[in-house]
């Protein structure tokens, strides 16, 4: 299916029926930690805030990756953030709307010595891929920080074009 662009669409054609079939439903959109909105439509493109890997209002893992945290169980925490990122573009475009994934940034608290990032941030990265096929391929970014809020191992934001 192309997009008025010509650009070819998502492979799957219906984002939320390609969630379904991975057992997922979109989560309720994170309250905001502070000051700012979930998620920001300007022109073509939505950028999302930073998501963190809540699932039913709390964190799923807490601490340093590395240390507190391994990296498989991170990874999986990546992964739940996209998924939140997704919720949060959906409050703003609908998901059936975004004809691709142009960026990823993650964010990854990370012990001492651990430099793992980029495996970390894959969890975010191949469930995009699930979901909009090649429309999923971006570009990214994977930072090892010291500290995320509420002592989160991950923390993923997304920039999404639309139709």
Not at 10 to 22: E, R, W
Not at 66 to 76: F, H, L, T
Not at 106 to 113: E, L, R
Request: hydrophobic share 45%; proline share 6%.
């Amino acid at each position: 299916m192309s997009s008025a662009g010509g650009q070819e669409r998502s492979d799957s054609g219906n984002v939320t029926a390609k969630l379904a079939d991975l057992g997922l439903t979109l989560p309720t959109v994170v309250k905001p930690l502070a000051a700012y909105l979930p998620a920001v439509r300007t022109g073509n493109l939505v950028y999302t805030a930073g998501q963190l890997p809540m699932e039913a209002g709390s964190l799923i893992h807490t601490g340093k990756v590395g240390a507190d945290v391994s990296p498989e169980q991170a990874r999986d925490a990546a992964r739940l953030c996209a998924l939140n990122a997704l919720a949060a573009v959906d409050s703003v475009v609908g998901l059936d709307n975004v004809t691709r994934v142009v960026k990823v940034v993650g964010f990854v608290a990370s012990a001492p010595g651990f430099t793992g990032q980029p495996g970390v941030i894959n969890g975010a990265s191949e469930f995009l891929g699930e979901v909009f096929g090649e429309a999923g391929a971006h570009a990214r970014s994977a930072v090892g920080v010291s500290e995320l809020p509420l002592n989160a191992p991950v923390e993923v934001e997304l920039i999404v074009e639309v139709g």
